[in-house]
């Protein structure tokens, strides 16, 4: 049985909180959020309601209100204190938040012990539910994409496996038979994200500029790109102000972000070109024309895969672990990534090629006095050990 680290904490939660509680799980597709509440089920003695709403129409806002009303049946007919309600893909159901709200200042008043998870794969949807309306009432985990540790755990792939394949357990069995794992990633991932947690929840006028700057920031992943150079790669591209607002859409959506440069004023950060970069490497390799075999054969391309992952790492980790993620660059001199919490900076270069020299290094050192500057490489921390750490313990 494979177990993510969340699943403990989740799960002690439950069974250790006192009272009744309110959690949101959220993160991208077929990363296991529901396999993760379908083993805490099967793994406790609490009386449990699970329902997905992934299937129904988003007008139904009474959908809420039956499932828990049928958690507390569940709850009174049994011999449990407490009892658990799971509602997967939430962010499906129109005003879901002010129901949600509803429901458990009802079970608050009446002093009805159900403790609460909601699952989701849209991360823009459900932060702006919680935002207006369920503030002060829950807390929230953020499950991302596989990490090589957790992949080389699951089904010992290795670190260059890791890069090529990326981080979807669900595609795993498919490793051995890349173009049918093409297919898989494009068809019922990208698609499917693309075309239920986007098009379905959003106004997006011009959905094909939208997939085809998805396309454009897995070729271009890892570099900066302006929107007006953007705008000269897209056929009927609208303008930059479209172009920002499809780009936060796919990187809520857990495929393709744009990183801000890093910058003490705040104004220039935000106006800043974005450094393209995907949340999973499978988008990369799925949208290619190489194979595994080819691509390592090829140095010079396989090191902008090699960068993708460690961006990949790094971009997952700052959602789950709370840190900023930035490139930097002025002139000639430029970092990869810059991550930062509690006023801690960390600059970090990836060099995986022939060349380890980084005179970037030495002009961000002398500007901003960084907590570390780390090197990744050959002379460096090789990026193989890199992918296996949690960048969050570098602070």
């Known amino acids: 049985m494979i177990y993510r ?43 449990s309601h699970f329902a997905s709403a992934d299937a129904v129409l988003s007008g139904q806002q009474t959908w809420i209100e039956q499932q828990w009303e049928t958690a507390r049946i569940k709850l009174n007919r049994s011999d449990n204190a407490e009892g658990l309600l799971i509602l997967d893909e939430i962010q499906k159901i129109e005003n879901w938040s002010e129901v949600v709200k509803k429901e458990w200042d009802a079970d608050s008043k009446n002093n009805i012990p159900l403790k609460v998870i909601l699952l989701g794969s849209s991360r823009l949807m459900l932060q702006q539910g919680l935002t207006e309306s369920l503030a002060g009432r829950f ?8 990490s090589y ?44 994200i693309i ?30 790109l302006s929107y007006n150079k953007m705008l000269g790669q897209l056929q009927d591209a609208g303008n930059t102000t479209t172009l920002s607002h499809y780009l936060h ?15 003490p004023n705040l104004i220039r950060q935000r106006a800043s ?17 190489y194979s595994f075999d080819e691509l390592t054969a090829k140095p010079d391309i396989w090191g902008r ?60 050192k002398k500007e901003f006095n960084p907590h570390k500057i780390l090197l990744v490489g050959k002379t460096g921390l090789p990026w193989e050990e890199f992918l296996a750490i949690n960048p969050a313990t570098l602070f």
């Open 305 to 364: 895969w090699v960068e993708s992952a460690i961006g990949a790492h790094l971009l997952n980790a700052s959602l789950s672990e709370d840190f900023s993620l930035k490139y930097w660059r002025h002139r000639n001199d430029e970092i990869d990534f810059v991550i930062e919490k509690n006023e801690k900076v960390i600059g970090i270069e990836v060099k995986s090629g022939k060349t380890q020299t980084a005179k970037g290094m030495e002009t961000f």
């Open 249 to 263: 859409l796919l990187d809520t959506a857990g495929l393709l972000g744009g990183i801000e440069k890093f910058s």
């Open 273 to 289: 070109s974005p450094k393209f970069q995907v949340h999973n490497t499978a988008f990369i390799s799925a949208l290619s024309s």
């Open 5 to 47: 680290a969340e699943k403990n904490i989740l799960q002690n939660r439950i069974l250790n909180e006192p009272r009744a509680f309110l959690q949101v799980v959220y993160g991208p597709r077929q990363i296991g959020k529901t396999t993760l509440v379908s083993q805490i089920i099967n793994d406790i003695s609490i009386v």
């Open 195 to 224: 075309s239920k947690d986007i098009l379905m929840l959003n106004r997006v006028e011009k959905p094909a500029l939208m997939k085809r700057l998805f396309e454009l920031g897995c070729e271009y992943s890892g570099q900066i």
């Open 139 to 146: 807390e929230n985990t953020y499950l991302g994409h596989w």
């Open 149 to 192: 540790s957790e992949m080389k755990e699951a089904f010992g792939i290795s670190e260059r496996e890791h890069v090529w394949f990326g981080g979807y357990p669900g595609a795993a069995e498919l490793f051995h038979q890349e173009e049918r794992w093409k297919k898989y990633i494009r068809d019922s991932l990208i698609d499917t």
